[in-house]
């Protein structure tokens, strides 16, 4: 993942499949919304870790997801994974609301 003065204003993620069968979908145009929704496998957990203190990488079977996150950032409040999950509009499953 690199790092460059453009992603201060912003979290940067990459996701490295192994095999395009990985990819369940790309959605450029996601309903009325301005959004793009990518979805696939990254396999059965082999790990999570903090890399260099500031990137969470998620290891599967399949690929690796990294996020430019810290742990603190990640552990700083107790409703963290609750803001997350809003923030995102994932529940039940994936789905979106």
Same mark, same amino acid.
């Given at each position: 993942m690199t790092r460059t003065a453009a992603n201060k204003k912003g979290r940067v993620f990459t996701a490295e499949l192994k095999s395009k069968r990985a990819l369940k979908s790309i959605s450029l145009d996601n309903g009325t919304q301005d959004g793009v929704? @990518?979805?696939? *496998?990254?396999? *059965?957990? @082999? $790990?999570?870790? @903090?890399? +260099? $203190? @500031? &990137?969470l990488e998620v290891i599967g079977t399949q690929g690796i997801l990294r &996020? +430019?996150?810290?742990?603190?950032?990640?552990? $700083? *409040?107790?409703?963290?994974?609750d803001v997350a999950r809003r923030a995102v509009g994932f529940v039940n499953g994936g789905r979106r609301q």
């Open positions: 929704l @990518i979805e696939g *496998t990254l396999g *059965t957990l @082999i $790990g999570a870790r @903090i890399q +260099d $203190g @500031i &990137v &996020v +430019d996150l810290k742990i603190e950032e990640a552990m $700083g *409040t107790p409703n963290s994974a």
